[in-house]
C-alpha cells in the first residue's frame, strides 16, 4: 500500500526556515512526481511545489518561487521542501502526495493520491 509521511513541520517566526520531509514506503519515487500542498483554515486545499520523477523538472505557486526549494533523494525515498522566508501568510497543513504522471503537469488535486496525513507549519511572532 503507498503511503507518504510528511514531517518537518512547527511553529517559527517571521522570516524563518523549515524544511519538510515526505517520506515514501510501499513504492519507489523515482516514478512518480511528487507534489507539496497545503490547506489553511476555512480555505481550500492549494498546490504549492512539485517535483518530476527525474527530479528535473520543479514548480512553484507564484506565492513561493524564490522562498521555496522543493528537492527529492531517490536514495532514500524522500522529497524534501525547504522554506525560508516564510511569512504569516504561509501557515497551513502541508501535505505531499503522489502524481498521476511523471512529469509536474497538473496541480489538480483529482490528478494526486496516496496523500500523506500533513505537518502543521504555523508562521507567527
Known amino acids: 500500500q503507498l503511503q507518504l509521511v510528511e514531517s518537518g513541520g512547527g511553529l517559527v517566526q517571521p522570516g524563518g526556515s523549515l524544511r519538510l520531509s515526505c517520506a515514501a514506503s510501499g513504492f519507489t519515487l523515482p516514478y512518480a512526481a511528487i507534489g507539496w500542498f497545503r490547506q489553511a483554515p476555512g480555505k481550500e486545499r492549494e498546490g504549492v511545489s512539485c517535483?518530476?520523477?527525474?527530479?528535473?523538472?520543479?514548480n512553484y505557486a507564484n506565492s513561493v518561487k524564490g522562498r521555496f526549494t522543493i528537492s527529492r533523494d531517490n536514495a532514500k525515498n524522500t522529497v524534501y521542501l525547504q522554506m525560508n522566508s516564510l511569512k504569516p501568510e504561509d501557515t497551513a497543513v502541508y501535505y505531499c502526495?503522489?502524481?498521476?504522471?511523471?512529469?509536474?503537469?497538473?496541480?489538480?488535486?483529482?490528478?494526486?493520491?496516496?496523500w500523506g496525513q500533513g505537518t502543521q507549519v504555523t508562521v507567527s511572532s
Open positions: 517535483i518530476a520523477e527525474s527530479g528535473d523538472n520543479t
Open positions: 502526495a503522489v502524481g498521476l504522471f511523471r512529469l509536474c503537469v497538473s496541480w489538480r488535486l483529482n490528478d494526486f493520491h496516496s
